[in-house]
Every structure is written in structure tokens, then in C-alpha cells.
């Protein structure tokens, strides 16, 4: 408990910490504003119409977007915190000294960790702090569908703390440590660029170890078990190659065959956790999975279920059938079993249409069904047929939609909050703690 109160009260007592939170909340506060005007505008239309008003969902309209400014937070001035605790220590050469005098890695090492994802948790006080703020305006968030999205930015702000340890382990100096996890950040990025791009097709694997690839299903309110476990082994991963970094005592070459095993361990956990695909319905009305008679019968059906989608990755088909069907059928079965015959080829395909593109083809069993549409009634129809099974009853469950318009004093207190309340809140703490120590 020393070592964690010494780690403590080095990261908040810097300025830098509460200048990285203060940034933060600024980031959030102007995510959170637009978000609001834009849902503000849509509905203003949607309140005289009750079909529109159900297309309100503030999941997507306002926790999503404020958590992206979150995550953009989190990406560029987390680096900047997180590796501080063992950067600094190194570049003025008193981790060594550290270590002998405490005689455990990782006693020290697990005081740092823990005081560099307390120093990113600062973050969390805008996004929280403006969501209460929409419920106090009249607005509504879901529990449960709201928490399993902070969740998810949880999980990625241990991961990039546990990866600025690492690159700390591996580095000299402050700069040095920050400039590599930015990097490394950057690259999850670049992987994200070729999503919805044909010709980037052949990266579809690499999109397995895209960061926002596990975020997006638990920004939706899912809770997806493969995802969950990717990011702790990767986390895990990153630490122990930490650990690894601050041994000195051990040759370079053991050390570095170490660390490239530790590499290739973490890779196969996470391929391996990739294929969990056990999924949780965590929406109110569990809005995202299909009727619950449907997910009975589907769940009851004998042998493998597959799709064979013909279609390429820059047709809004596809797009549309991803987000709709396909997430509906694998919350009912874990199993499902998808593929893209096209994006396994090596040239690029767009603008070629052959006279079976767009083409669905489903499979049951020995069993197949094809069809051009991308109704996920009409695929959910043709498994129970092929199957030779009567559907189930569909009673569409209506999500009632929540509009709301925030305009007048309502927006004006918005403003203030966002862009001057809680960036000054974390300002004026930041001078306070570090005040006492003078």
C-alpha cells in the first residue's frame, strides 16, 4: 500500500495528469453538444410523429458520440499519463534503485499500473457527469445499455495503460515511451481505414485486432464474451511484456527472445478469443435480438447455420445486412457461421458484377436456400424452411423512442456545463492538489 500511496500522489500531484483531464472533458463536453443539437433537430420532426419518434434511441444518438470523443481522448492524451509512472522513474535513473529497495518488480510495477489507469479514470468524470445532466434535462439512457458502453471504454483504458507500461519497459526516456504508444495506437487506426473499402478487402483479418472492432459491439449495448476476453488477454499481454522490459538482470538476447514469445502467446490468445462469439442482448426491450419465439426455434434447429454473402464490402447491402440480420441471428445463435466469398480474392472487384452478386445463400444443415434480399425476415423464413420447420410467430416489439429538444435555457446551461463546467472543475482540482505539495 506505500508503494501504490508513493505512485498515487506522484501522478496527482502533477499538473499534467489534471491538464490531460481537463482537455479531456473539453474533447467530451464538444462531442456531447453536438450530439445533442443533431438529436435536437431530428426531434422537433419525430415529436408531432410517432413512427419517427421510434427511431429515437439515445444509446446511439448521444452515448455513442460522446463516447467517441471519450475514445479520441483517451487514444492522444492518455499516452501522455500513462506512461509517466515508469517513464519518468527511468529517465532519472531511479527505477533501479527502486527495485532493489522494494525487491519485487512486480509489487512496483502493479503500484504503477494501477496509479496509471486511476490518472486515465479522471476521464470518465465528464462523460458520466454530462449524462446525469441529460437526465436532469428529461431526457433518457438506458442503465444497463449505458454501462456496458462505459464498460467498454473501461476495458480500453486499461489497455492503453497496460501498453504505455510496456513501451515504457522498453524505453529510455519520457518522450520516447510516449512517442511508441501513440504509434502503436495509430496502427489499430490504420487497420480501421480498410474497413468498408473493396479494395482493402484482403486486411479483413487484420480487422480482428482493431480495437474499435471489439469497442463498437458494447457502444450498441452488446456484451459480447469474445471481445471482453480479447481485450484482457491483449492487456495482460502488454503487461507481462512489461514486466519483462524492467528485468535487467537478464541478457539482452534472453530478454528478447522472451518478449518475442510473450508476442506470439498473446497473438494466439487472441485469435483464440476472436472465436467466442457468445453475445448478450443487453438493450432495453432487447430491441437488437429477434422475437423471442424466433430465438427459440432458431436455437432448436438441428446442425451447422451458415451465409454465403455475395456481395462486396462498398455496397450498402452489405453494410445493412451486417448491422441487421446478421447481429440478430448470431445474438439467437453463437454458431453462425459467416462468409464473404469475394473479399477472398486477390484483385480488387469493384465495379465487376457477375450475374450471382448479390446473391444470399443459406444453409441448414445438407440443406440451402438463396435469395437477393437482405431482409432479415426473409433469411430468418428461409432457414426454418429449409430446415422443413414452421416459423414462429413475429410480434414486433415497438421501442417506444425517446425525442427530445433541448433549446432555450436547456441549452444554454448545456454549453456551460460542457465547455466551461467540468474543464474548469478538473483545473481547479489540478491547482488544488498540486498546491499542497508546495
Known amino acids: 500500500m506505500a508503494m501504490l500511496r508513493r505512485e498515487l500522489a506522484i501522478v496527482f500531484r502533477a499538473r499534467v495528469t489534471w491538464l490531460q483531464a481537463a482537455l479531456s472533458a473539453l474533447l467530451v463536453g464538444h462531442s456531447f453538444v453536438l450530439a445533442t443539437d ?26 455513442r458520440p460522446t463516447l467517441g470523443g471519450l475514445y479520441f481522448a483517451v487514444s492522444l492524451l492518455g499516452a501522455l ?12 535513473r531511479t527505477f533501479h534503485s527502486l527495485l532493489l529497495q522494494t525487491g519485487s518488480p512486480t509489487h512496483v510495477l502493479g503500484a504503477q499500473a494501477a496509479a496509471g489507469v ?53 524505453t529510455t526516456t519520457l518522450a520516447q515511451a510516449a512517442t511508441a504508444t501513440i504509434l502503436i495506437i495509430a496502427a489499430s487506426w490504420a487497420i480501421d481505414a480498410s474497413e468498408g473499402f473493396a479494395a482493402l478487402a484482403w486486411l479483413g483479418r487484420a480487422l480482428d485486432w482493431s480495437v474499435s472492432t471489439h469497442l463498437v459491439p458494447m457502444e450498441r449495448g452488446m456484451l459480447p464474451l469474445g471481445a471482453c476476453l480479447w481485450m484482457a488477454i491483449a492487456s495482460a499481454g502488454a503487461f507481462a511484456i512489461a514486466y519483462l522490459g524492467t528485468r535487467f538482470d537478464m541478457l539482452p538476447r534472453r530478454r528478447m527472445f522472451l518478449a518475442m514469445l510473450l508476442v506470439a502467446m498473446t497473438v494466439a490468445g487472441g485469435t483464440m478469443a476472436n472465436r467466442f462469439r457468445a453475445v448478450c442482448d ?52 453463437s454458431d453462425l457461421e459467416v462468409r464473404t466469398p469475394i473479399d477472398e480474392t486477390s484483385a480488387p472487384v469493384t465495379g465487376e458484377r457477375d450475374d450471382g452478386y448479390g446473391r444470399i445463400t443459406i444453409h441448414v444443415g445438407d440443406q440451402t436456400r438463396t435469395t437477393y434480399s437482405t431482409s432479415r425476415k426473409e433469411i430468418v423464413t428461409l432457414m426454418f424452411e429449409a430446415a422443413g420447420r414452421p416459423v414462429p410467430d413475429w410480434p414486433e416489439v415497438a421501442y417506444p423512442g425517446y425525442p427530445l429538444v433541448v433549446d432555450g435555457s436547456r441549452r444554454t446551461l448545456t454549453l456551460l456545463v460542457a465547455y466551461i463546467g467540468f474543464p474548469s472543475a478538473c483545473l481547479l482540482a489540478g491547482l488544488w492538489a498540486t498546491r499542497t505539495v508546495r
Not at 39 to 61: C, H, K, T, V
Not at 81 to 92: D, G, M, N, T, W
Not at 135 to 154: K, P, R, S, Y
Open 38 to 63: 443533431l438529436y435536437s433537430a431530428g426531434s422537433r420532426s419525430a415529436l408531432a410523429n410517432s413512427l419517427m419518434s421510434r427511431e429515437f434511441d439515445p444509446l446511439l444518438g448521444i452515448v
Open 81 to 92: 499519463v500513462a506512461v509517466r509512472p515508469l517513464a519518468i522513474e527511468k529517465e532519472r
Open 118 to 170: 486511476l490518472s486515465l479514470g479522471l476521464q470518465f468524470i465528464a462523460p458520466i457527469g454530462l449524462f446525469i445532466v441529460w437526465v436532469l434535462m428529461g431526457g433518457h439512457l438506458g442503465l444497463g445499455e449505458t454501462a456496458i458502453a462505459l464498460f467498454g471504454q473501461l476495458l480500453y483504458v486499461i489497455l492503453v495503460a497496460a501498453v504505455a507500461m510496456a513501451a515504457a519497459a522498453w
Open 282 to 333: 443487453c438493450t432495453e426491450f432487447n430491441r437488437l435480438s429477434l422475437p423471442p419465439a424466433v430465438v427459440t426455434g432458431l436455437r432448436e434447429l438441428p446442425g451447422a447455420i451458415a451465409l454465403d454473402v455475395n456481395l462486396d464490402l462498398d455496397d450498402a447491402r452489405r453494410r445493412q445486412l451486417e448491422i441487421d440480420a446478421i447481429t440478430k441471428l448470431r445474438l439467437a445463435r
